[in-house]
Structures are given as structure tokens and as C-alpha cells.
């Protein structure tokens, strides 16, 4: 599953069995702490959240019955069966979250709004998932969608506002987590001010976001041994109430009692399941994570530990409310026994500050996939492990994070009114998952749609009913959500309409082929040693920024290859599937395309072996096509020539030319050099103040094969000869503006949004780890 994990899979069956096993088994370990510290620390606050309100007219061992009745069939309907049965199946190649489903869908059927994607891109391994065959209903399903983009930029809406409220989850946990924890000193330490515990929890806030560069490998060796000890006190405590108060609790698993439940309480009744809700927060972590761990490593911890632990301990806690009402506003902690209350306490402050960390990381990974999707600003990403693929870090957002979370602590200053807008956002982003993984039923899976729609309408109809009533306190402090989603939503949506714009433009402005073609292989300037990067996102034809290079400086590199670096909708590329190259013009022009392509999972980390790769895939590209013929596009001169995927899997693996290290071979003095001395010495000292960044340098030398036609060892020794003069960056240097006649929306939208986020997210430079040195930026005013 995690490419690069740096595992061997043994030969043996059984060793292989054993290793994946184990390997799970360690993994599961770890989730404790990263995923489930949320989900198990709901019995603090549950049933006083559920009691709260009108229902406390209704504070009785029959009610009492009914809430866990509820609480049981609602962990098991919505944890249990939808998301460990069903919506982990539907990982994307072991990611997860609604990024990883909208990513699914995009893949198999037209639903995408991303720009310069390819019908090379659907040649990729990881591009194919599921079933080939074809239902005839929802390609008739597939077809209306396809047709009205409307539609298609509803869908985005939607996913983005779920990606929103994943991260209105990461502001609201930590808060209600840490506060509730806290809050527990209040009751008992009399001494301690309103003032005082709230500064207490601002600091364990600030503690806790200030962990998070240490990374979810090393967090969750810290905090899952803290969650097991959580689970066995409370499984223990659980176990201990029911036998002791009232063993007849064990009958309210009947659906029975939700039935008498209602009938009782009525209305209030419905707007209680707001507190009932709580019991299942945190449940979204277990998919949104899942590219932390496996899906196998996920339901084992939860089937065999969580679920069991947890029905348990709200079973023992409603077996000691039906005998204790009056306990109702303080349940978990009067429900301990006295002996052990301060032990547990201790734990139970512990685990209450891990639970903030299952939404933390997942808030880490759907920017992630954002940000690779096109819908976020660009951010500096971390991964901090070396073993597994999708353990990442974001210091922008972990700090934003923190800001947003004290502000609301700070603000609320209750539990309660935190928990209303907390299962506010946890069931939004529930009933949107289930929107999506409907349509990966029919799209993906290639079900019928009979299926899907039960699938639907059965976990619509549950949540929709716990929605309604977590709607219902929207003026009680349900409103936080909402506010924060649309103000992440702006972010993401003007981000993603800039980009395309700015994308639109390139390709409507691209330099005419025939105008290159005109001008002949020198394009009427002085051709002088080196090659010329020039970045781009357009993955096909010549940019405007080549032209306004050109018609400013009189010279250009002897070789020049234009560059795209995308995205492409799979978690991974594999190294050996990551180029394109391609021809621009004939092959004098000495001109060549290259597509370097990143899943929404892949490091693009600098490994410092970019050009040696790039310049080894064009020489064995510049081989193949003299052995295959249809990659040559001297039939029609006015196109760009077909491109190959390049396999490069080492860097001394190349057929076409020998490579050694430079530094054990002198550079032939009879290289024509563009460097000069003082170049020559900045890029010396340059290395010097940046020892981390240490490129590979590498010699390239062409073979004897008198079988070589004479042309193609001519062209493989113009590229060694540029190649030793140097590479140079070039880049454009944007201004994206709305023309004058463009609406007020747009304007703003543009000039105002659009501006500020390009001015304050890092730079392309810096995200595609390009050296300053090398760097060439061109200025570029685009009206859009």
C-alpha cells in the first residue's frame, strides 16, 4: 500500500501472512492514539449533553434506558456498519477521507474540474480501480452528470464544504476536549476561578499544537498507551456499574426501548439526539486517516477494542443513572467508584487532550489532497516518516489551528455550547460522505443504482435525523461551523477559480507552432550552450512566457525542454511511470517536452537528482524514437510529437549513455562552458550556505555503438554538451488581474481573493525545490 515503505515482501506464503499481520497489528498499536482518542472520550460528556435542555423533565430509569438503547444502535449503524464494514472498502488506493472519494469519481467518470489532465494520465497502474464491466443505468446516470457542468461544480461545492467542516472538526476538538478535561478541576478544586481554568486550557492548547511537528509516528507511540490504559478504566468501571447497579440494562439493546423513548419524551425527545450524537464524534477520523495506516489495522482496533469497550461503559453508566438521577449532570464522574476516582481522573484528563489529535491529522491529510486537487493555496507539507507514505505535518495550518481553536475557547467558554457546534459539523460531514461514497457504488464499485439509492436513503434517513436536530441548536453555538466552513470554503473555491482562470489563459495565449517552425532551428537568435527549463502548467504546446523570453534577450539555450509538473487524480506515481517526454518541432530545433507527474499522496521532495533523471529519460527517449517511428512527428512538423512514459529506475540504469560521478572524473576542458567565473563562484558559495540541499553531480558519456545512426548520436551529444554547460530555471512571474469589464464578483474575486492568497502561500519556485541560483523569472501580467 505505501510505496516506498521500504518492505520486502518475504517469499513465503506463510512468513507473508505473518508480516502483514503483525505489520497491522503495530499499526493498530498506533491508531489508538492518532485515531480513536476522540471517539473514546465521548462518555465524559454524552449523557449530560443528552439530558440537557427540556429533557430533564424527563430524567428516569425508562429514559435512561431509551438514551442507550440509542447510543448502542447508533454506534453500531453508523461506526460499525457504514464506515468499518462498507466505506473503508472504498479507499483510493489506501487513502481516505472525501478528497479520496471525489477522487474515485473523477477517475472513472468525467466529474473533474481540474485542468491539463491527459488520456496518458488513464495509463497509469494506480489509475484503474474496481470492476471493468459497465451497468448500462448508471452509464445513463454517468452521462447526464458529465453533460452539465453545473452539476460537476455543484459536486465540487459539496466535497469542498465537507473538506471545510473535516476542518471545523480540527478546531472544535481540541476545544471541547481540553476544556471539558479541565473543567473536571473546577467541580472539585474550588479554589480554581472560570479565569484560571481557562488560561490552564490555553496552555495545554498551545502544548498540545506545539507536539504536532514531532509527527503522528512519534505522537502516537506517546499517546496510544494512554488511550489503551483510557479503555481498559472505563471498560472495567463499565462492567463494574452494571453488575453492581443494574443488570437489567442489558435488555435496553433493544430497539424496543428507542421506540418507548420517543414515546415518552416526543419533541424533546428528537432535539436530545443532539447529545446522543456526540457518542459517534471522531467516527470520520477513522476514513479521513486511513492514509496514516491500513484499513485492516483500523477494524481490528476498532471492532475488537473500541466498539465492545465502549458499549460497555455507557451501558455501566446508564445502569448507574437509572439509579442515581439526581447524578445526571456530572454521569461519568459520579459513576466512578470512589477508590479509583483519582487514578481515573488523571487518565481521563490524559485521553481528553489526545482525542483533539484523531481530528488534527486528519485535518493535516484532506489539505493535503486539496492543496494536490488544485482547491488549496500552496503549503509547506512535512512527511515524517521515512517507513509510512502518509504521515504528514502542515506548520501553516497546524498554527492556524491553534489560533482558531483558543479563539473559540475563549469565546464559548461551555462545553456545551462547543459539543452543539460540534456534532454539528461531525454529522454534516457525515451525511456528505454518504452522498459520495452512493455515487462510488455505481461509478466505482459499478452496482446498480437500486443499491446505491438503498444505501442512501437508509443512512440519509438516520443521519438526516440527527442532523435536524443538531440544526436546531445552530443559535446555541451551532453557528461556528457554519462560519468557519464558509470562510475555508472562499479560500478554496477562489483558489481552485484563480487557477483556472490563470490555466485558461495559458492555453488560449499558447505560441503558434507554425510561427516557431517559421523562424528555423536557430528561432532567429543566438542558440548558446546550456539547457533551459522553461515551468509551465500547460501540458501541451509552447507557453506565452517562451515568446516574451525571446522577443526580450536575443539568445536561448542550445537545448530547451518544457516542463509540467501536475497532478494527477491517484494517491501515487510510481518512479518508474513519472515522465512524459515528447518532441516540440523537429529535430533540429533540439526542443523536447517533459510531464512529471505526482499523486495527491507522492513527496516531491528535492532529492537533488532532477536534472540527471530528466536529461537520462530524454536521451533514452531520443533512442526509442529512432527504433520506433511512431514517436517521430516528422509526418506533421506543425504538432507536437507523441509522448512516452520514460522508465528510469536508477540513475546508472540508462541504455543509451554511461554515467559516472563527477567527482572522480575531470570535465572535458573541450566543452564550451556558459558559466563564467563569477557564476561559477556563486553557485560555490551558494552550495556552501546550503549544505541540506546537496545535488548529485553526475558526468554523462556516450558509449561506442558503431550501430548508432549518426544523427542520433549527433543530438544524444548535443544534450552531454549541454548539459555540462549548465541548466537554468525559467519561470513566470504572474500577475493575475480581471480585465476592467469584468463583473464586481469577479473583480473581487480576482484582485482582492485570488491576489492575497498567491501573495502569502509559498512560491512555485519554492514548491517545486527549484535552486535560486539557477532561477530565471519572467514577468507576466495576465487579465482574466
Known amino acids: 500500500m505505501e510505496p516506498e515503505s521500504g518492505l520486502r515482501s518475504p517469499s513465503n506464503p506463510s512468513q507473508l501472512s505473518w508480516v502483514n499481520l503483525s505489520r497491522n497489528l503495530i499499526l493498530a498499536y498506533q491508531s489508538f492514539g492518532v485515531v480513536y482518542g476522540d471517539l473514546s472520550t465521548s462518555p465524559l460528556y454524552v449523557y449530560t449533553s443528552t439530558f440537557f435542555g427540556n429533557l430533564q423533565n424527563h430524567q428516569n430509569e425508562e429514559a435512561i434506558f431509551g438514551a442507550f438503547s440509542l447510543i448502542f444502535w447508533t454506534l453500531t449503524f453508523l461506526p460499525l456498519i457504514k464506515y468499518v464494514f462498507i466505506l473503508l472498502g472504498a479507499d483510493d ?21 481540474l485542468p491539463n489532465q491527459q488520456a496518458a494520465d488513464e495509463e497509469l497502474s494506480a489509475y484503474k480501480y474496481g470492476p471493468t464491466a459497465h451497468v448500462t443505468s448508471s452509464s445513463a446516470l454517468k452521462r447526464f452528470l458529465e453533460k452539465h457542468k453545473t452539476l460537476r461544480t455543484a459536486l465540487l461545492v459539496v466535497v469542498l464544504f465537507g473538506a471545510c467542516m473535516v476542518i471545523g472538526d480540527g478546531v472544535l476538538t481540541p476545544a471541547i476536549s481540553v476544556l471539558s478535561s479541565v473543567s473536571g478541576l473546577e467541580a472539585y478544586e474550588t479554589k480554581l476561578t472560570k479565569g484560571e481554568v481557562l488560561l490552564l486550557a490555553c496552555v495545554i492548547l498551545v502544548g498540545l499544537f506545539a507536539l504536532q511537528h514531532f509527527g ?54 428528537w432535539i436530545s439526539l443532539g447529545g446522543i450524537l456526540l457518542s459517534i464524534t471522531g467516527t470520520e477520523a477513522m476514513f479521513a486517516d486511513l492514509g496514516h495506516f491500513t484499513a485492516s489495522s483500523i477494524r481490528i482496533a476498532f471492532a475488537f477494542v473500541i466498539y465492545p469497550c465502549l458499549v460497555v461503559q455507557y451501558m455501566g453508566q446508564a ?26 481522573f488523571v487518565i481521563a484528563t490524559l485521553a481528553a487532550i489526545v482525542g483533539s489529535q484523531a481530528v488534527i491529522t486528519a485535518t493535516f491529510s484532506i489539505v493535503k489532497q486539496c492543496h494536490a486537487l488544485g482547491c488549496f493555496p500552496r503549503v509547506k507539507v512535512v512527511h515524517t516518516s521515512k517507513h509510512i507514505y502518509g504521515q504528514i505535518y502542515i506548520p501553516e495550518i497546524n498554527w492556524i489551528l491553534m489560533v482558531l481553536t483558543l479563539a473559540v475557547t475563549l469565546g464559548f467558554q461551555d462545553t456545551t455550547l462547543i459539543g452543539n457546534a460540534y456534532g454539528l459539523a461531525c454529522m454534516t460531514v457525515m451525511y456528505i460522505t454518504t452522498f459520495l461514497m452512493s455515487l ?22 438516520i443521519e438526516g435525523v440527527y442532523l435536524s436536530a443538531a440544526l436546531m441548536k445552530v443559535p446555541l453555538g451551532g453557528w461556528a461551523p457554519l462560519v468557519l466552513s464558509v470562510i475555508f470554503m472562499l479560500v478554496m473555491y477562489i483558489w481552485h477559480y484563480g487557477t483556472r482562470k490563470k490555466y485558461n489563459f495559458d492555453l488560449h495565449n499558447k505560441v503558434s507552432l507554425k510561427w516557431l517552425l517559421g523562424l528555423g532551428p536557430s528561432l532567429g537568435i543566438v542558440r548558446v550552450p546550456g539547457i533551459g527549463l522553461i515551468y509551465s502548467e500547460l501540458a501541451t504546446g509552447v507557453p506565452a512566457i517562451f515568446s516574451h523570453f525571446v522577443t526580450n534577450l536575443p539568445a536561448f539555450h542550445q537545448v530547451l525542454v518544457f516542463v509540467c509538473v501536475k497532478s494527477v487524480p491517484v494517491p501515487f506515481v510510481s518512479p518508474e511511470e513519472r ?5 516540440v ?31 537520462q529519460s530524454i536521451a533514452e527517449f ?52 556558459s558559466k563564467s567565473l563569477t557564476l561559477r563562484s556563486l553557485q560555490s558559495t551558494y552550495d556552501d550556505d546550503n549544505p541540506q540541499i546537496k545535488r548529485r553531480q553526475v558526468r554523462f558519456v556516450l558509449p561506442e555503438n558503431p550501430s548508432m545512426d549518426s544523427s542520433v548520436r549527433e543530438e544524444l551529444m548535443d544534450l552531454i554538451q549541454a548539459k555540462e554547460a549548465g541548466v537554468a530555471y525559467i519561470m513566470g512571474h504572474s500577475y493575475v488581474k480581471a480585465r476592467r469589464t469584468s463583473p464586481f464578483l469577479k473583480k473581487l474575486a480576482i484582485d482582492i481573493g485570488y491576489s492575497f492568497l498567491r501573495k502569502n502561500c509559498r512560491g512555485p519556485a519554492v514548491a517545486l525545490n527549484i535552486p535560486h541560483i539557477s532561477l530565471i523569472e519572467v514577468g507576466m501580467i495576465y487579465y482574466v
Not at 471525489?102 to 474540474?113: E, G, N, P, T
Open 93 to 113: 488506493n489506501g487513502e481516505g477521507g472525501t478528497f479520496a472519494l471525489y477522487s474515485l469519481l473523477c477517475r472513472h467518470a468525467k466529474f473533474s474540474l
Open 440 to 461: 462510488v457504488i455505481v461509478f466505482v464499485w459499478q452496482r446498480s443504482v437500486l443499491l446505491a439509492a438503498t444505501f442512501l436513503i437508509v443512512f440519509w434517513f
Open 319 to 344: 445502569a448507574f443513572l437509572s439509579k442515581n438521577v439526581d447524578s445526571i449532570k456530572n454521569s461519568f464522574y459520579a459513576s466512578i467508584p470512589k477508590p479509583v476516582f483519582w487514578p481515573v
Open 579 to 583: 515522465f512524459l517526454i515528447g518532441r
Open 622 to 673: 531520443i533512442q526509442m524514437e529512432a527504433v520506433e517511428p511512431q514517436f517521430s512527428n516528422s509526418e506533421s512538423p506543425s504538432l507536437d510529437g507523441r509522448m512516452a512514459v520514460m522508465s528510469i529506475r536508477s540513475i546508472q540504469s540508462s541504455l543509451s549513455l554511461i554515467v559516472t560521478d563527477e567527482d572522480i572524473i575531470n570535465i572535458d576542458d573541450s566543452i564550451q562552458s
Open 216 to 269: 503522528t509516528h512519534r505522537v502516537a507511540f506517546m499517546f496510544a498507551p494512554i488511550v489503551i490504559i483510557w479503555l481498559v478504566s472505563i471498560f472495567s468501571i463499565g462492567l463494574y456499574n452494571t453488575i453492581h447497579w443494574n443488570p437489567k440494562i442489558v435488555r435496553a439493546i433493544s430497539p424496543h426501548y428507542m421506540i418507548k423513548f420517543f414515546g415518552q419524551t416526543g419533541k424533546d425527545g
Open 585 to 615: 518541432c523537429p529535430r533540429p530545433y533540439r526542443m523536447y517536452r517533459c510531464i512529471v507527474r505526482y499523486g495527491y499522496k507522492d513527496i516531491q521532495r528535492d532529492d537533488g537528482d532532477f536534472e540527471n533523471k530528466l536529461i
